[in-house]
């Protein structure tokens, strides 16, 4: 042993007759609960107070926790020193008093490790505080758990009584039981949690109004904040008005009221859009929709198609088209349509042509006949008819011309030229009453153009006279000369003479021509 610095000077060595007496060290102890005697009042009061009273009282043990490790490693060598008398008798008493000398004095080594003790006992305490806290206030641990919460906290007593007896290490172990058993509370309480909400869950799953109301009633007594399970109740609250809604839609898919059935979806989707299966009844639904549109589309082709509306057939195939280009139902009417609608327009303009034959509308005919092979140059009817009907424009162009003008027939080759239209057009028996007409017409001029009648001539007997298409005639004084009816050029000429020429239209009563030559050159 060494005596502290004097203010002589420094320390000397004990005297061998100084008593060796050990420093007493008392560790102060803070009290971290109101002890055995209380615990029935604590268990009466509310438990926010109990929390605070205990983060109240680990605050203070941390204080003196401090206070104590100063005392320790800094004031303690400075200030404590080894008597050199035995203590007075008044004395003795006193340090009795506090606790016998052998049972009570603390070595500084000792103090620390109490030290370090209550600080473990205190972040015990800490914990447990945490942990109750969680309980208390999240779980709400009173709905549920009373009974365990009520047997834990008395745990947690008992090691504050420990604490308070400096029994460290007992404290230690009661106050990490007592955390033990809360998270064990704690798990329980999450475990129920998620049980009662996976049983709401999948009760709105099976539409069990009664089964998921229940359900999330549990986990708001645990959770009464939790937002999933507020959720989860709102949705039971709202599933008998959905489940109706489903029926209904049921109900008026069966009766083919699609349009009613996606209302009736979408007043449900409107009240709870997370509700199971909605998903797919929208797509089913309109998957049904659309098929029955088509249906619907293709009756109304196929009926325009039967009564021979194949404008609004063609519509009602093109639109089921845009839809589903590969309907084979739709393709095949639009064909049926397409060539129903040639054969009709076909059939028409046969029937056109021959109402134009029979009125004799030649030019029309042709016109139709002509609209006709453009839609297929095959049609044998339609080839037929258009030569038929050409046949007989022409011979009426070539009857027309000669009977404008008979004159021509006085050419040979005209006049048998006339002779082949007349026996063509003797052929046309079915051509109409104005084709026969101008046919009788045609027979009187080739009749009277066939008839020769005289062409008297005159002339000084010195003109030779030919008559063009007929020949010379020589010359002559008077001549008669028979010829068809008709138009003729007659020309004179004699030496030392201009050449004289003289155009005619022969007739049956045509007076006598004078030809000769009178203009000497």
């Known amino acids: 042993m060494r005596h502290s610095n004097g203010p002589d000077g420094p320390d000397e060595p004990d005297s061998p007759d100084a008593p060796n007496e050990p420093i007493v060290i008392q560790p102060a102890a803070a009290p971290l609960s109101r002890g055995a005697t209380q615990r029935s009042t604590a268990k009466e009061r509310s438990r926010r107070r109990l929390s605070m009273l205990r983060v109240a009282a680990f605050c203070a043990a941390l204080a003196t926790l401090g206070g104590v490790a100063a005392f320790v490693f800094l004031a303690l060598p400075e200030h404590v020193e080894t008597p050199l008398h035995s203590p007075s008798p008044a004395a003795q008493p006193a340090a009795v008093g506090r606790q016998q000398r052998t ?4 070595p500084p080594y000792r103090a620390l490790e109490l030290a370090q003790a209550r600080k473990r006992a205190e972040d015990g305490l800490k914990d447990f505080v945490d942990l109750q806290l969680t309980l208390e ?21 008992a090691a504050d009584t420990l604490f308070l007896e400096t029994k460290y290490d007992a404290a230690i172990a009661e106050y990490a039981g007592a955390v033990a058993d809360l998270q064990a509370l704690l798990a329980k309480g999450n475990a129920l949690f998620d049980a009662a909400l996976a049983a709401g869950n999948a009760a709105l799953e099976e539409r069990d109004v009664g089964a998921a109301s229940e359900a999330f009633e549990r986990a708001l007594a645990i959770r009464p904040d939790d937002p999933r399970a507020a959720t989860g109740a709102a949705r039971a609250a709202k599933l008998p008005e959905v489940v109706a809604l489903l029926r209904e839609s ?35 639904i309109a998957t049904t929709r659309a098929v029955e549109r088509r ?7 196929f009926a325009a198609l039967e009564r021979g509306d194949y404008d609004n057939a ?14 084979a139902a739709a393709l095949a009417g639009r064909q049926q349509a397409e060539q129903a609608e040639i054969l009709a327009a076909i059939d028409s ?3 056109t042509a021959l109402a134009q034959l029979q009125a004799e509308d030649w030019d029309g005919a042709l016109a139709s006949y002509d609209e006709a092979l453009s839609i297929d140059p095959s049609l044998q009817f339609a080839r037929d008819g258009r030569r038929l009907v050409q046949a007989r424009v022409d011979l009426i162009e070539a009857m027309d011309r000669l009977i404008a003008d008979p004159s021509l027939l006085s050419a040979d080759r005209e006049f048998q030229a006339a002779l082949e239209v007349l026996r063509l057009a003797g052929d046309e028996t079915d051509a109409g009453e104005t084709f026969a007409a101008r046919l009788a017409t045609f027979e009187d001029v080739i009749e009277r153009s066939a008839t020769p009648v005289p062409l008297v001539l005159l002339s000084d007997n010195a003109t030779e006279v030919v008559i063009h298409k007929v020949g010379a005639i020589g010359t002559f004084a008077r001549r008669e000369v028979p010829l068809r009816p008709g138009r003729y050029v007659i020309v004179g000429s004699r030496d030392g003479c201009r050449d004289v020429r003289k155009e005619i239209l022969l ?15």
């Open 295 to 301: 249906k619907a589309k293709l009756s109304t082709g």
């Open 314 to 327: 063609l519509d009602a195939f093109a639109a089921v088209l845009r839809d589903y280009p590969e309907d």
């Open 103 to 106: 049972d009570e004095t603390i």
């Open 250 to 284: 049921e109900r008026a898919a069966l009766r083919g009221d699609f349009d009613r059935v996606y209302e009736l979806l979408t007043q449900a989707r409107s009240l709870d859009p997370a509700t199971p299966g909605l998903d797919a009844r929208f797509a089913a």
């Open 507 to 521: 007739t049956a009563d045509m007076p006598p021509v004078d030809i000769r030559c009178v203009e000497h050159i």
């Open 137 to 157: 206030q999240e779980l709400n641990a009173a709905a549920w758990g009373e009974h365990d919460l009520a047997a834990i906290k008395d745990r947690a007593n």
């Open 349 to 351: 303009l046969r029937a």
